[in-house]
């Protein structure tokens, strides 16, 4: 079914794109890929977005708050650029060197909003969450992404939302209101 990554990869904070996580009802039983000694537990499930399914049960110690909340920003990245996707935003190519230079704030005078996300958000967030830094402790993307696309015809009211909720997340719920 392709190469599989190590159980290490699977319990990574950040999984690469093409991974999603979803949870699993326990019945009991052993599923595909699930072992008989961890059924007691509720397996978590992956899709590498095959037809294959992959199950295993995280370790049985505390979770740290921090990497639940990155976890939870790492799932909501995703979720925006699956939406960037759906709605036609997403870039095969990526913008010159000079154009991910800008000094401006969102890149506006080289970028559109959706590039900005694409080259320039998201690959820090990703970056910062895979090397365990520290994440901003502001953040107000969602008004932006809203002023941007009023008038567009383009629904982007999901990708809106998913800006929102890592405004929250990062502003510890002190986000904009968008």
């Known amino acids: ?3 599989e990554p190590t159980l290490e990869a699977w319990e990574a904070p950040v999984l690469p794109l093409n991974y999603t996580r979803g949870a699993t009802q326990d019945s009991g039983s052993p599923q595909r890929g699930q072992s008989a ?8 499930t992956w899709s590498c977005g095959g037809a294959c399914r992959h199950a295993f049960s995280p370790p049985n110690h505390n979770r740290n708050r921090a990497l639940s909340r990155n976890t939870e920003i790492a799932e ?3 979720d925006i650029e699956a939406q960037l996707r759906q709605l036609g935003q997403w870039d095969k190519v990526p913008p ?3 154009a991910l230079a800008s000094e401006q704030p969102f890149c506006v005078d080289t970028l559109t909003l959706p590039q900005w996300l694409q080259f320039v958000f998201l690959p820090t967030l990703y970056q910062m969450l895979e090397a365990g830094e520290s994440l901003p402790e502001r953040c107000g ?4 992404a809203e002023e941007y696309f009023r008038g567009t ?8 939302g998913a800006l929102g909720r890592i405004d929250e997340l990062l502003t510890g719920g002190d986000a904009p209101a968008a």
């Open 1 to 3: 079914m392709g190469i």
């Open 37 to 44: 000694a961890n059924t007691g537990r509720n397996p978590v």
């Open 153 to 160: 015809g383009v629904a982007a009211t999901e990708l809106v």
């Open 141 to 144: 993307i969602a008004p932006m």
């Open 76 to 78: 909501i990245l995703i």
């Open 96 to 98: 010159s060197t000079e």
